[in-house]
């Protein structure tokens, strides 16, 4: 048989995504830790696990995500940007956008009707809008994520948060809370905060509809519902939005001429 | 030898024609073996963290080559030269200011230019001699800047560097004419670069080091360099106060913008690179370049002087990535 992998090596997680043809046969995440290699490799070993494969089936394989340049065993890496396209519009074919919130990235792709990455914008010298922002914020809260996502999405009324640098929000979050502001206003606050700085970026971008999330951002429920009350548009949610950047790139993996 | 050091392009005929040597501070700036250290040392003495570093490394360089006189542009450039001049009049640096009428009048900068000419003592006569000669050199700058987007045989970063140093030719004009000259005979003997993607540089020039470079290692060329262009005075005229009037970078966006139109077209650019300086008011006119201009833009924001940063490197990757795959 003819597999081909995808390796995603991305600022928090690394992911593997193992195809072949149109079907998906494994797909795993790794915290990726100071060793991006050694989870690129350990992430790897388990998707072919899981696929029921050995290294020899794979034919070849794509590394993509910020430690791409880190995975000995790739024949050939791609940006984010490229397989992020990739995987979503084989998810949802006829995409025009792509908002992709991963670990320490936001972007936003514009796409053409054929899927070709048409334009893009990606979040610069802040981290703002991105996973790692969210999990500062849900650290000073006392939440883990699940229940971030939770307050988000029962919140009536959101307290405005003004700052936008990591460490300043989380000052800013500490004293709401000491003011005694409840919990679910200053997480829907936080959730519309960021919905806001990405509906800039959306509009920097050729617009087009559908739009689709991914990245590890995109499980959360309470950015779904920020991120589509921001821009008053319907968002396509993958069935699993961590690894379509490894999904895209195990396709690339097997399209692309080489 | 009077040494006048520019905060950034101003009429140098009146300076040269009164014998004096004009010197472009962000050249020198940015040449300096240490520029951050530059940077880092006006924070110390309480320039904020955020504001341009162009404007510390400018403060800097004065300090470190002591350099007692400066011609400062007020207006047609951003405002935070009002309080770095101020700084640098509060320890003893003598400022002439210069402004250039942002609604393009021709009487208010013959005005300006007149003021800036008594004030060195020199007349009309003398100006005009003084541009002529610096024409000439110019001419060989616009032949660098021909050999590297028509016949290819010229890199970007050289173009860039040749077509920067015109702001002040170096303080030594007849040393540059010769480098000129030479560099032109050796690239006419060149190879042309086989670049698949040629792509236009907006924007003031960039604060890292290998941004040329980088492009170049991954297949593409910078054929374009705007603002580097515009600083060797590119539209032919015999008239002084035409030319400053012609020059683009001090006046409106969308004056700007007509030159960035035609030179797209005429230089066959695929896509365009708009570089913004942390903290300067020309990052807002990136929505008016992306609204105007149709073909992929990267925005790079660059903040202190040096290498390319990883994020950075991986938009400018992935973004030419994007380029080769839509061909």
């Given at each position: 048989?003819?597999?081909?992998?995808?390796?995603?090596?991305?600022?928090?997680?690394?992911?593997?995504?193992?195809?072949?043809?149109e079907?998906?046969?494994?797909?795993e995440?790794?915290?990726?830790?100071?060793?991006?290699?050694?989870?690129?490799?350990?992430?790897?070993?388990r998707?072919?696990?899981?696929?029921?494969?050995?290294?020899?089936?794979?034919?070849?394989?794509?590394?993509?995500?910020?430690?791409?340049?880190?995975v000995?065993?790739?024949?050939?890496?791609?940006?984010?940007?490229?397989?992020?396209?990739?995987?979503?519009?084989?998810?949802?074919?006829?995409?025009?956008?792509?908002?992709?919130?991963?670990?320490?990235?936001?972007?936003?792709?514009?796409?053409?009707?054929?899927?070709?990455?048409?334009?893009?914008v990606?979040?610069?010298?802040?981290?703002?809008?991105?996973?790692?922002?969210?999990?500062?914020?849900?650290?000073?809260?006392?939440?883990?994520l699940?229940?971030m996502?939770?307050?988000?999405?029962?919140?009536?009324?959101?307290v405005?948060?003004?700052?936008?640098?990591?460490?300043?929000?989380e000052?800013?979050?500490?004293?709401?809370?000491?003011?005694g502001?409840?919990?679910?206003?200053?997480?829907?606050?936080?959730?519309?905060?960021?919905?806001?700085?990405?509906?800039?970026?959306?509009k920097?971008?050729?617009?087009?509809?559908?739009?689709?999330?991914?990245?590890?951002?995109?499980?959360?429920?309470?950015?779904?519902?920020?991120?589509?009350?921001?821009?008053?548009?319907?968002?396509?949610?993958?069935?699993?939005?961590?690894?379509?950047?490894?999904?895209?790139?195990?396709?690339?993996?097997?399209?692309?001429?080489? | 030898?009077?040494?006048?050091?520019?905060?950034?392009?101003?009429?140098?005929?009146?300076?040269?024609?009164?014998?004096?040597?004009?010197l472009?501070?962000?050249?020198?700036?940015?040449?300096?073996?240490?520029?951050?250290?530059?940077?880092?040392?006006?924070?110390?003495?309480?320039?904020?963290?955020?504001?341009?570093?162009?404007?510390?490394?400018?403060?800097?360089?004065?300090?470190?080559?002591?350099?007692?006189?400066?011609?400062?542009?007020?207006?047609?450039?951003?405002?935070n030269?009002h309080?770095?001049?101020?700084?640098?009049?509060?320890?003893?640096?003598?400022?002439?200011?210069?402004?250039?009428?942002?609604?393009?009048?021709?009487?208010?900068?013959?005005?300006?230019?007149?003021?800036?000419?008594?004030?060195?003592?020199?007349g009309?006569?003398?100006?005009?001699?003084?541009?002529?000669?610096?024409?000439?050199?110019?001419?060989?700058?616009?032949?660098?800047?021909?050999?590297?987007?028509?016949?290819?045989?010229?890199?970007?970063?050289?173009?860039?560097?040749?077509?920067?140093?015109?702001?002040?030719?170096?303080?030594?004009?007849?040393?540059?004419?010769?480098?000129?000259?030479?560099?032109?005979?050796?690239?006419?003997?060149?190879?042309?670069?086989?670049?698949?993607?040629?792509?236009?540089?907006?924007?003031?020039?960039?604060?890292?080091?290998?941004?040329?470079?980088?492009?170049?290692?991954?297949?593409?060329?910078?054929?374009?360099?705007?603002?580097?262009?515009?600083?060797?005075?590119?539209?032919?005229?015999?008239?002084l106060?035409?030319?400053?009037?012609?020059y683009t970078?001090?006046?409106?966006?969308?004056?700007?913008?007509?030159?960035?139109?035609?030179?797209?077209?005429?230089?066959?650019?695929?896509?365009?690179?708009?570089?913004?300086?942390?903290?300067?008011?020309?990052?807002?006119?990136?929505?008016l370049?992306?609204?105007?201009?149709?073909?992929?833009?990267?925005?790079?924001?660059?903040?202190?002087?040096?290498?390319?940063?990883?994020?950075?490197?991986?938009r400018?990757?992935?973004?030419?990535?994007?380029?080769?795959?839509?061909?």
């Amino acid at each position: 048989m003819a597999l081909y992998a995808g390796i995603d090596v991305g600022s928090r997680t690394t992911k593997v995504v193992i195809v072949e043809g149109e079907k998906v046969l494994s797909s795993e995440i790794l915290l990726t830790g100071s060793d991006p290699r050694g989870a690129s490799w350990r992430c790897f070993q388990r998707a072919l696990e899981v696929a029921g494969a050995k290294f020899g089936d794979v034919k070849r394989v794509i590394s993509t995500g910020y430690g791409r340049k880190r995975v000995p065993f790739a024949h050939r890496e791609f940006t984010e940007i490229t397989c992020h396209a990739r995987g979503a519009s084989f998810c949802f074919p006829g995409v025009r956008m792509v908002i992709d919130m991963g670990g320490q990235d936001a972007k936003v792709i514009a796409l053409e009707d054929r899927g070709g990455v048409l334009d893009f914008v990606m979040n610069d010298k802040c981290a703002a809008g991105t996973g790692r922002f969210l999990e500062v914020m849900a650290q000073a809260m006392d939440l883990d994520l699940e229940e971030m996502a939770t307050e988000a999405l029962r919140a009536r009324e959101a307290v405005p948060i003004s700052s936008m640098c990591t460490v300043f929000a989380e000052s800013e979050v500490i004293s709401l809370i000491a003011e005694g502001i409840p919990r679910e206003k200053i997480v829907w606050g936080l959730h519309l905060a960021i919905a806001r700085r990405i509906s800039s970026m959306v509009k920097r971008v050729p617009q087009g509809e559908p739009i689709a999330f991914t990245g590890g951002v995109a499980k959360n429920r309470g950015m779904i519902r920020a991120l589509q009350e921001v821009l008053g548009k319907k968002l396509l949610i993958p069935p699993d939005p961590q690894t379509v950047g490894a999904l895209g790139a195990a396709l690339l993996a097997q399209e692309i001429d080489w | 030898m009077r040494v006048v050091g520019l905060t950034t392009t101003v009429p140098i005929e009146v300076i040269y024609a009164s014998g004096a040597t004009p010197l472009d501070l962000n050249n020198l700036f940015i040449t300096s073996p240490d520029p951050e250290k530059l940077v880092h040392e006006a924070e110390r003495i309480g320039f904020p963290r955020n504001t341009c570093s162009w404007i510390k490394g400018i403060w800097g360089v004065v300090k470190e080559r002591g350099i007692e006189e400066v011609v400062a542009v007020t207006q047609g450039d951003c405002s935070n030269t009002h309080a770095l001049i101020e700084v640098l009049e509060s320890q003893g640096v003598r400022v002439f200011p210069f402004a250039y009428p942002y609604d393009r009048s021709r009487e208010l900068l013959k005005a300006q230019i007149e003021t800036m000419m008594a004030y060195f003592g020199v007349g009309w006569n003398e100006v005009q001699r003084t541009k002529e000669y610096l024409d000439s050199i110019r001419r060989l700058a616009h032949e660098v800047d021909r050999l590297c987007w028509e016949e290819g045989v010229v890199s970007g970063y050289e173009d860039h560097l040749f077509l920067v140093s015109t702001s002040d030719m170096k303080g030594d004009p007849e040393a540059f004419k010769l480098e000129l000259e030479e560099f032109i005979k050796k690239a006419e003997t060149r190879k042309p670069f086989k670049e698949e993607i040629r792509l236009g540089y907006v924007g003031v020039p960039p604060i890292f080091s290998d941004l040329y470079q980088k492009v170049e290692e991954r297949g593409a060329r910078i054929v374009y360099n705007e603002i580097q262009r515009q600083f060797s005075m590119p539209f032919d005229t015999d008239d002084l106060i035409e030319q400053y009037l012609l020059y683009t970078y001090p006046y409106s966006f969308f004056y700007r913008l007509e030159d960035i139109k035609r030179e797209i077209e005429k230089r066959q650019i695929d896509g365009l690179i708009h570089y913004v300086q942390s903290f300067c008011y020309r990052q807002i006119q990136d929505m008016l370049l992306r609204k105007e201009v149709r073909l992929p833009i990267l925005t790079l924001e660059g903040d202190r002087p040096g290498a390319l940063d990883v994020r950075t490197e991986l938009r400018l990757e992935a973004f030419l990535e994007t380029l080769r795959l839509r061909r």
